[in-house]
């Protein structure tokens, strides 16, 4: 169904789980991430698709435009999933991530969506063809404490694809927004507190790749999570509150390797 594939986030986690799962014959796969040793390890796993990666921060909006054309000018793109993603958060000992963290949170995780998106609209547009995915968060639905800049940037890219989908759609394009809980990733493995119903990242991108290929509109999981999330602001905001605050979302400290922080002391 799809020949030609770009993924943002690719170098590990779920985004290079996903580049396994379009891998086919027949099919080029264009894989964005920070990670160029990450990056290869993917396009190994990822025959006997056609690979080209790219070593771009999708917060640079001229390289992500310039790339994304050279792709699309090779081989018409007709798939792109925005799943880069970054998390600050509290760190130990009670340090609010602070306005310069919560920027980079939304520069990767909002701004960094659009650079993929927004220089393909044009070429998908006039094609009347193709699907867009973006990967968001259960944190969409409900702001947490101690993850301020996360939850307002997966919120924000959330509230970007359901005006996209509905602007799109008489179009001819396909925009899924997918919101996942907890499942095994380097971020992930970094909140302090408990991971319910978390999944491995291959279940999750059985998930993601299910919902895109039948253009679900929207998927979020696990389902008992996101019902919660969902119908928290329906309940008093003062049980929301203290339920939350139980949860303890506090970041542990973390580098990537390959890829600098996206905000001091750390980052994914």
């Known amino acids: 169904m799809f020949s030609s594939v770009v993924i943002t986030g690719a170098s590990r986690g779920l985004g290079a789980a996903l580049a396994q799962r379009f891998a086919a014959p027949g099919v080029t796969l264009h894989l964005i991430g920070r990670d160029a ?19 771009i921060d999708v917060r640079d909006a001229e390289a992500m435009a310039a790339q994304l054309a050279a792709w699309d000018a090779e081989s018409p793109i007709d798939l792109a999933i925005a799943n ?29 969506a659009l ?12 094609r009347g063809r193709g699907s867009i995915a973006l990967v968001t968060s259960l944190s969409a639905f409900r702001g947490l404490p101690d993850s301020a800049g996360y939850c307002a940037s997966k919120a924000a890219l959330w509230s970007y694809g359901e005006a996209l989908r509905a ?37 999750a991108a059985i998930k993601v790749e299910r919902a895109i290929r039948k253009g679900a509109a929207r998927m979020a999981f ?27 979302f506090r970041i542990k400290e973390y ?14």
Do not use: Y
Not at 38 to 49: G, H, I, R
Not at 87 to 106: D, H, M, V
């Open 167 to 203: 602007e799109t759609a008489p179009k001819g394009l396909r925009v899924t927004l997918v919101a996942p809980g907890f499942f095994d990733s380097a971020m992930g493995e970094r909140w302090v507190g408990a991971r319910p119903l978390s999944i491995s990242a291959e279940a």
């Open 84 to 112: 880069a993603g970054i998390a600050a958060g509290t760190r130990p000992g009670g340090a609010r991530e602070g306005l310069a963290a919560i920027r980079t949170q939304l520069d990767t995780n909002m701004m960094g």
């Open 222 to 248: 696990p389902w008992p999570l996101a019902l919660a999330l969902r119908l928290s602001p329906l309940a008093p905001s003062r049980l929301v509150d203290a339920i939350v605050r139980s949860m303890d």
């Open 255 to 268: 580098t990537e390797k390959g890829a600098p922080p996206p905000s001091p002391p750390a980052g994914t």
């Open 37 to 55: 040793e990450a990056l290869a390890a993917t396009e190994a796993a990822c025959a006997p698709a056609t690979v080209k990666t790219a070593r």
């Open 115 to 126: 650079h993929l998106v927004e220089p393909l609209l044009p070429a998908l547009l006039s």
